[in-house]
């Protein structure tokens, strides 16, 4: 049963900016932790932002922080991710995932083994 759908990924230049979007399907985030992940050919999926949508308190990876952005839509069905500065190291595919509450560790430390529900994933690839 799909209910998490993510959308926004593309093809970029180094230095762009992208907006992902993850969707709630016949829930909504009310009370939740939402976290995007991502994860590049032969390595780990690594956590790189969140979000507690209890209080709107937000973390990041140290490898994004400036640069990317996580919000909730007043909808309360709508995570984004504003990425700007993209780099190269940026490409992989995105995934948007969902917790009872956010790990007490840095989203680099979350394992996929801490969030029930996933999304199917969206590319993004930065180019030089």
């Keep these: ?15 762009g900016s992208l907006r992902l979007s993850c969707t709630a399907l016949r829930v909504t985030y009310s009370g939740v932790c939402v976290a995007w992940f991502r994860q590049s050919p032969g390595k780990e999926r690594e956590g790189v932002a969140s979000i507690d949508t209890s209080n709107d308190g937000t973390d990041y990876a140290d490898s994004v922080k400036g640069r990317f952005t996580i919000s909730l839509d007043n909808d309360q069905k709508t995570v984004y991710l504003q990425m700007a500065g993209l780099e190269l190291e940026d490409t992989a595919m995105y995934y948007c995932a969902t917790a009872f509450f956010c790990p007490g560790v840095r989203p680099e430390q979350y394992t996929t083994r801490d969030f029930r529900y996933w999304g199917q994933g969206t590319q993004v690839t930065v180019s030089s």
């Design 1 to 15: 049963e799909e209910l998490l759908v993510e959308s926004g990924g593309g093809s970029v230049e180094a230095g």
